[in-house]
């Protein structure tokens, strides 16, 4: 069993189209949250998003290559991009392009595309659609087109677990590293879900925000949806500290879990199974624990039933601990989430620096930990989890170390 190690991140978020803006922007607590500017403002209930905004797929990518891509396909090549650059890898040359996995997770796929189609279909009267739909909308299009970009050969595939779908992704990414199943891997999240479709699905349940994302306050309203990628590149300890590559953290362990039991509410005793599970996978005890990135989705069901699986884990070390949720800035990505979400678990190691949860007012009497409120906070942080738990009951938590 290896030891596993991240060294290369990328992102394309509502708070910047590169990991290190988006970073910069979690820890001075600036939300990327307003008005929906690609849709109909007048068809939607509320209209609020956290938007990619003038993201140009030309600059990124030749007509040739773009006729390929949906919007989900496009962040996540772009994410990827810059986390093997930054890795300082050369997968042809350092003959790791054989056995290097990709797992891209994704909660829907290509959600523009197939928009688009139905619009064509039963909008429009069209029955005439583009022959390319099938590959553009396929929720593995991501991880293939990875795949294809950097010539891996290795196992790769899709994670599709709605909200927790990166998380597993990532997971799936490290149990192949540490065991030898393959010897590097390309793994993250990404979604493009802000379309007229989806956006109203999500307003039917009424689970979301009317004004903004505030998660653990008691003004909180609901989720807002958010869209974007991040991608990391993971490796074994022994191969990055052989080619003398920064070591961003050290990827711990990972816990799932299932609920197995309503497909919406949120189970306390499911999630802080997952909980364990990470730590006891990453050989942690729960004192070794500094930050918790929540899932945090500002629901009413969501938040108490967090707060309470990190009280049945931690005791009375939880209220020793740093609690936040990103998603008060970057919205809820769903498929994304955990991979955005990542990348401030990694901040908060390598800077000491713990992202705020935005837009808090006041407290809520069953949100009883310490949310870091509005403003990020200077505090050293050698072990951080990352919690998605997702409808349908699947719940993934990874477990970050501060590089060795």
Request: aromatic share 6%.
């Given at each position: 069993m290896h030891?596993?190690?991240?060294?290369?991140?990328?992102?394309?978020t509502p708070l910047g189209h590169n990991a290190a803006d988006s970073w910069n922007?979690?820890?001075?607590?600036?939300?990327?949250?307003?008005?929906?500017t690609s849709l109909p403002r007048e068809d939607l209930?509320?209209?609020?998003?956290?938007?990619?905004?003038?993201?140009?797929?030309?600059?990124?990518?030749?007509?040739?290559r773009l006729i390929l891509l949906d919007r989900v396909s496009q962040f996540a090549l772009v994410a990827a991009r810059e986390a093997v650059a930054q890795s300082g890898i050369d997968f042809a040359a350092d003959g790791l392009g054989e056995n290097t996995a990709v797992v891209i997770g994704s909660g829907i796929g290509g959600e523009q595309t197939h928009d688009a189609t139905f619009k064509r279909l039963y909008g429009e009267n069209n029955p005439r659609v583009h022959p390319l739909t099938i590959v553009r909308l396929m929720a593995n299009a991501p991880a293939s087109h990875v795949a294809i970009e950097f010539g891996l050969h290795g196992p790769a595939f899709a994670t599709v677990s709605a909200c927790s779908s990166a998380n597993h992704a990532l997971a799936q990414a490290f149990h192949m590293v540490r065991s030898g199943?393959?010897?590097?891997?390309?793994?993250?999240?990404?979604?493009?879900?802000?379309?007229?479709?989806?956006?109203?699905?999500?307003?039917a349940m009424r689970v979301m925000a009317d004004d903004t994302c505030r998660p653990f306050s008691r003004q909180r309203r609901g989720m807002v949806l958010g869209e974007g990628a991040?991608?990391?590149?993971?490796?074994?300890?022994?191969?990055?500290?052989?080619?003398?590559?920064?070591?961003?953290?050290?990827?711990?362990?990972?816990?799932?879990?299932?609920d197995a039991g309503d497909i919406v509410f949120p189970s306390e005793v499911g999630a802080a199974k997952a909980i364990e599970r990470a730590l006891k996978d990453g050989g942690l005890a729960s004192q070794d624990v500094d930050y918790v990135n929540a899932h945090g989705t500002a629901t009413p069901a969501n938040d108490p039933t967090e707060t309470k699986a990190i009280r049945r884990v931690f005791g009375a070390h939880a209220d020793r601990l740093t609690v936040s949720s990103t998603k008060s800035m970057h919205g809820h990505a769903l498929g994304a989430a955990g991979a955005v979400e990542l990348l401030a678990a990694i901040g908060a190691l390598r800077e000491g620096v713990v992202p705020p949860t935005a837009n808090f007012v006041d407290p809520d009497p069953e949100c009883d930990l310490d949310y870091v409120p509005n403003i990020a906070r200077e505090t050293p942080v050698r072990v951080a989890l990352s919690n998605s738990f997702a409808f349908g009951g699947l719940n993934a938590v990874v477990a970050l170390r501060r590089a060795p």
């Open positions: 030891r596993v190690v991240i060294t290369g991140i990328g992102a394309v922007a979690m820890r001075e607590g600036r939300p990327a949250i307003g008005p929906i209930r509320f209209g609020i998003a956290a938007e990619v905004q003038g993201f140009d797929p030309a600059a990124h990518f030749d007509d040739k199943v393959a010897d590097a891997a390309v793994a993250g999240g990404s979604e493009a879900c802000i379309t007229l479709g989806t956006v109203k699905a999500w307003e991040g991608v990391f590149v993971l490796e074994t300890l022994e191969r990055a500290q052989r080619r003398g590559a920064t070591i961003l953290a050290e990827f711990a362990g990972a816990g799932m879990s299932a």
